[in-house]
């Protein structure tokens, strides 16, 4: 630790007229009613603790330091031009150090990079070190330290402030009061009136395509915004708030996203397909032999704020058939079904490939 240091100024040779000045011992910030900025406040067994300290001369320390490099330059102060020395805060902490010596760091925190290096230290305090808070805050020494660790010029420091001694030695014009309130039982709150809410439903398989994510979202009675989102069948909440209407924002693979609205009916809210605008395609291909296949690379194009859709299909025996869902945003498909088609007869010979297209959402092949 280094010893007690006063401010100083360093003459820059090249240009007498400007000075570098350079701080000392750091300070606890005041008020503008001229309060230092330490304070402890209790709420039954918690504790938390602000402290604002700077490291930087002030005004009188400045003018002081400006008389006697104006003497050496033998010039007037106000020809002097002042400059940021070389200081470069690392990290300041809070530390409270226990009778037997023991410390403990509370908080740590930067400075605010610039003159005045200022720094606000927040920090939870142990029930067993609020009294040494308490007389720190008091005026006590020797029990509670900003400490900061920089560099001045090349010189690697570490600059340490007593809380008590600072308030003990403060101006006597100057008023410290630390508010401390005893602990008090809160009131317990009274029983208000029950949220309106309403079941919920939810059909549709969320988490698989199309649909990724579902987004629920409202006001409540009081008008406060709510937002729910449905990842998979078991997060859906069983009720929401009661409302006029229900935002649902379907969100696709791909960040695409689309938005529905909803309103309840007798039973609650209901989120189908029908609500989301999720239409089932089918698509048929009858008529093969027993050993041919079809497979289909099937692409969804929405007209408007639909998720876009691929996959790959394989029809076979016996069905012929399959059948997805796309998210057309829309009650009807909203778009195009863009299929190529690559099939294979009962004796494993290649057809020609080819396309087919869509507007509706019942294809056959």
């Not at 805050?137 to 920089?150: E, I, M, N, Q, T």
């Not at 069948?233 to 938005?259: E, F, H, I, M, N």
């Amino acid at each position: 630790m280094s010893s007690r240091s006063s401010p100083r100024v360093l003459i820059d040779r090249h240009d007498p007229l400007t000075v570098r000045l350079l701080p000392g011992e750091p300070a606890l910030d005041l008020s503008p009613q001229g309060v230092p900025m330490a304070s402890l406040v209790m709420a039954g067994d918690s504790a938390s603790l602000q402290i604002s300290a700077h490291w930087w001369p002030d005004r009188d320390e400045t003018d002081a330091l400006l008389v006697r490099a104006a003497e050496e330059l033998e010039t007037s102060p106000d020809a002097l031009m002042v400059a940021i020395g070389g200081v470069e805060v690392h990290g300041v902490t809070l530390t409270a150090r226990e009778d037997g010596g023991h410390e403990t760091v509370l908080a740590r925190s930067t400075s605010s990079g610039a003159p005045p290096y200022t720094t606000i230290l927040t920090a939870p305090v142990e029930p067993t070190l609020v009294p040494l808070v308490k007389d720190a805050l008091s005026g006590a020494a020797g029990k509670l330290f900003v400490r900061f660790d920089a560099t001045l010029e090349a010189e690697r420091v570490l600059r340490e402030l007593d809380v008590g001694r600072a308030l003990s030695t403060a101006p006597a014009a100057e008023t410290h009061t630390f508010a401390v309130p005893d602990p008090s039982q809160a009131p317990e709150p009274g029983p208000g009136p029950p949220e309106a809410q309403l079941p919920l439903r939810v059909s549709v398989p969320v988490g698989d395509p199309p649909v990724r994510r579902l987004d629920l979202s409202g006001a409540d009675a009081a008008g406060a915004p709510w937002t729910v989102s449905v990842t998979g069948p078991d997060t859906a909440p069983a009720r929401l708030p009661a409302g006029d209407s229900l935002r649902l924002t379907v969100r696709g693979d791909d960040g695409s996203s689309y938005a529905r609205t909803a309103t309840p009916d007798a039973s609650g809210w209901l989120v189908d397909d029908h609500a989301l605008g999720v239409v089932t395609v089918t698509c048929e291909a009858p008529g093969r032999d027993q050993g041919a296949t079809v497979a289909l690379e099937v692409w969804y194009q929405p007209a408007g704020e639909g998720l876009p859709d691929h996959r790959g299909l394989t029809l076979t025996a016996p069905a012929w058939s399959a059948s997805w869902r796309v998210a057309s945003g829309r009650d009807d498909l909203d778009g195009e079904l863009v299929v190529d088609v690559s099939e294979t007869d009962g004796g494993g010979a290649g057809l020609p490939k080819r396309t087919v297209r869509s507007t509706t959402p019942h294809i056959r092949i």
